[in-house]
C-alpha cells in the first residue's frame, strides 16, 4: 500500500470509533426526554446533544478524508505530496477532538467574553468548539488541501474528478471561516452562520461525497468514467444553481427581508434534482453491471447512501422548506426527523460502503459477503428509519398542537410535550435508537474480522 492508503486506514479507524461516540451520545441524549432527572447536576441535556451532532459532523469529515486518501494515489498513480505533513495532522486532529469533549464533558460552560469563546465554548450550533480548536480544524484543512493539489501537480495530471475535487476545496476551507466571526446583531450572526452549516455541509459536502462515489464505482464495479464523471458535473451544476439561492429557507425567521420568504420556498423546490441525479446514477450503474460485484456489502451501502440522499435529504428537506409549512414545522421534531434521515442518507452509507471496499483490498478477501454485515445493514437501517419515522409523528404532534392550534404559546408549548403522541414518539424513538446501537456494535465486529475469519468448510478435513 501506499503511505497515503495506510493513513487512510487510521482515518477510517478513528471516523468508526467517533461513529461509536455520537451513538452513544445520542442515545443518552434521547434519553433525557423520556426521562428528565437523568444525570440531573452532572451532564446537562445540552452537552450530550452537542456531543452528539458535533461527533457526528466529525467523524463524517474523517471518513471523507480517509476516502480520499485511499484513492488519491490510485487515481493519480504516485504517492501523496506531503505525506508526512497528512500524518501529523492527523495525530493533531484526534487530540483536538478529544480534548474539545473533554471541555464539554468536565468544564460544559464559558463565560460570553472572548477568553470563554477561545478556551471552552463558542456556544453557535454545529460550532460550539472553541475557536482555538477551529483553527486547529482549519490547518488541518490546508494541509488537506495541499495534499491533493500538490499530488495533482507533480502528477501533472488532472481528471474530470479530481478537477472537481479541486474546486471543491476552496469552498471547504473558506466556508469554514464563518465559525469564527461573532456578531453583536443576531440576525446578521445567524445570516452568515447558516452559510456555514448549509453551504459548508450540505452543499460542499454532497459535491465530496459525490467524487467519492464516483471513484468507489469505478473500483466497486468497473463503472466507465465518462458515465460517473458525466453524472458528477450535472451534480455540481445542479448545487451551485439551487444550493446558494436554497439557503434562504434558513432566513425565514431570523429578522431578514420578506423576499426570502420567495426565493428560499422556490429555489428549494430544485435542491432535490441533485439528489436524484446520483439515484439515476447507481440504478443505471447496477442496471449496466447486473448487480455483479465481489463485495455485496459495499454494493449494498452505496445504493442505500444514494436513495437515502434522495429520500431523507431531498423529500425529507422539501417537505419542510416551503414558507407555508416551515412556519409550523421549524424547530420541531419534524426537522430532526429530516436532520437524521439526510445525514444518515447522504453521507453516513458512503463512508461505510469506502470502509468495506478498503477492507477488501486489504485483508485480502476473495469476498466479503457474510452474515454480520446483513445484521448491521438491517439493524442500522431499520434503527434510523424507525427513528425518523417516531420524530416525524412527534414532530407533526408539535406543529398541529403547539403552533397550528395554539399559536406557539408557553401553554402550547406545554401541551404539545405532553401530548400522547409526542410521549410516545419518544419512548419509540429511544427503542430504535437501542436497534441502532445494536446495529452498530455488528458492523464493528464485522469490519474487525474481515477476512480473519475461517468458514466453517474450509476448516472442515477434506473427504478421501
Given at each position: ?7 487512510a ?14 451513538t452513544l451520545?445520542?442515545?443518552?441524549s ?16 445540552n452537552?450530550a446533544?452537542?456531543?452528539?451532532i458535533?461527533t457526528?459532523?466529525?467523524?463524517l469529515l474523517m471518513g ?5 486518501y485511499?484513492?488519491l494515489p490510485?487515481?493519480?498513480?504516485i504517492?501523496t505530496?506531503?505525506?508526512?505533513a ?18 464539554f ?16 465554548n463558542?456556544?453557535?450550533k454545529?460550532?460550539?468548539a ?5 483553527a486547529c ?14 499530488t495533482a501537480i507533480r502528477?501533472?495530471?488532472?481528471t474530470?474528478?479530481m ?13 469554514y471561516?464563518d ?5 453583536r ?13 448549509h ?9 465530496l ?9 469505478m473500483?466497486?464495479?468497473g ?7 458525466t ?22 425567521w ?13 429555489f ?9 441525479g ?10 449496466t453491471?447486473?448487480m455483479?460485484?465481489s ?9 442505500a447512501?444514494?436513495?437515502g ?15 407555508q409549512?416551515?412556519?409550523y414545522a421549524h ?11 439526510a ?9 461505510i460502503?469506502v470502509?468495506?471496499l478498503v ?25 434510523l428509519?424507525?427513528m425518523v ?8 404532534a ?8 395554539g399559536g406557539?404559546?408557553?401553554?402550547a408549548f ?6 400522547a ?13 437501542l436497534?441502532?446501537a ?9 469490519l474487525?474480522?474481515i477476512?480473519?475469519r ?5 476448516a472442515?478435513p477434506?473427504?478421501p
Amino acid at each position: 500500500m501506499y503511505r497515503s492508503q495506510r493513513l487512510a486506514l487510521k482515518y477510517l479507524a478513528a471516523a468508526i470509533g467517533f461513529f461509536g461516540v455520537m451513538t452513544l451520545a445520542g442515545l443518552m441524549s434521547a434519553y433525557y426526554y423520556i426521562n428528565p432527572d437523568f444525570l440531573f447536576g452532572i451532564l446537562h441535556f445540552n452537552i450530550a446533544k452537542t456531543l452528539h451532532i458535533d461527533t457526528l459532523v466529525i467523524w463524517l469529515l474523517m471518513g471523507f478524508m480517509g476516502a480520499i486518501y485511499w484513492f488519491l494515489p490510485e487515481e493519480l498513480g504516485i504517492e501523496t505530496v506531503g505525506i508526512r505533513a497528512a500524518e501529523i495532522m492527523f495525530y493533531l486532529f484526534c487530540l483536538v477532538v478529544l480534548a474539545v469533549a473533554a471541555i464539554f464533558v468536565v468544564v460544559q460552560y464559558g463565560g460570553s467574553d472572548n477568553a470563554g469563546m477561545w478556551l471552552v465554548n463558542q456556544g453557535r450550533k454545529y460550532v460550539e468548539a472553541p475557536r482555538w480548536a477551529a483553527a486547529c480544524i482549519v490547518l488541518v484543512m490546508l494541509v488537506f488541501s495541499y495534499n491533493l493539489i500538490g499530488t495533482a501537480i507533480r502528477a501533472r495530471k488532472i481528471t474530470g474528478i479530481m478537477g472537481v475535487l479541486i474546486v471543491d476545496l476552496v469552498p471547504l476551507v473558506v466556508l469554514y471561516l464563518d465559525a469564527f466571526p461573532a456578531f453583536r446583531n443576531m440576525s446578521v450572526d445567524l445570516f452568515w452562520w447558516w452559510w456555514l452549516v448549509h453551504l459548508w455541509v450540505e452543499a460542499t459536502w454532497e459535491v465530496l461525497i459525490g467524487c467519492i462515489m464516483a471513484l468507489a464505482l469505478m473500483s466497486l464495479l468497473g463503472t466507465s468514467r465518462r458515465i460517473v464523471e458525466t453524472w458528477l458535473y450535472i451534480e455540481v451544476a445542479l448545487v451551485l444553481g439551487t444550493g446558494i439561492l436554497g439557503l434562504g429557507h434558513h432566513y425565514f425567521w431570523i429578522g431578514t427581508p420578506q423576499y426570502w420568504l420567495a426565493i428560499g420556498g422556490f429555489f428549494s423546490a430544485f435542491e432535490p434534482l441533485p439528489l436524484l441525479g446520483m439515484v439515476v446514477h447507481a440504478i443505471y450503474d447496477a442496471g449496466t453491471h447486473h448487480m455483479k460485484t465481489s463485495n455485496r456489502p459495499a454494493f449494498y451501502w452505496m445504493l442505500a447512501e444514494a436513495f437515502g440522499n434522495f429520500i431523507g435529504g431531498g423529500v425529507w428537506g422539501f417537505m419542510i422548506t416551503l414558507p407555508q409549512v416551515n412556519l409550523y414545522a421549524h424547530g420541531t421534531q419534524w426537522t430532526a426527523s429530516h436532520g437524521h434521515f439526510a445525514f444518515w442518507g447522504a453521507y453516513a452509507c458512503g463512508v461505510i460502503s469506502v470502509a468495506y471496499l478498503v477492507l477488501q483490498r486489504i485483508r485480502g478477501a476473495a469476498s466479503v459477503d457474510g452474515t454480520a454485515w446483513r445484521w448491521a445493514f438491517a439493524a442500522l437501517n431499520f434503527g434510523l428509519i424507525g427513528m425518523v419515522g417516531t420524530l416525524l409523528v412527534s414532530g407533526f404532534a408539535q406543529a398541529f398542537i403547539e403552533r397550528a392550534v395554539g399559536g406557539s404559546t408557553l401553554e402550547a408549548f406545554i401541551n404539545a410535550q405532553e401530548s400522547a403522541w409526542f410521549v410516545d414518539g419518544m419512548y419509540a424513538r429511544f427503542a430504535c435508537g437501542l436497534i441502532f446501537a445494536a446495529g452498530y456494535v455488528a458492523l464493528v465486529y464485522d469490519l474487525l474480522t474481515i477476512g480473519r475469519r475461517v468458514p466453517a468448510r474450509a476448516a472442515q478435513p477434506a473427504l478421501p
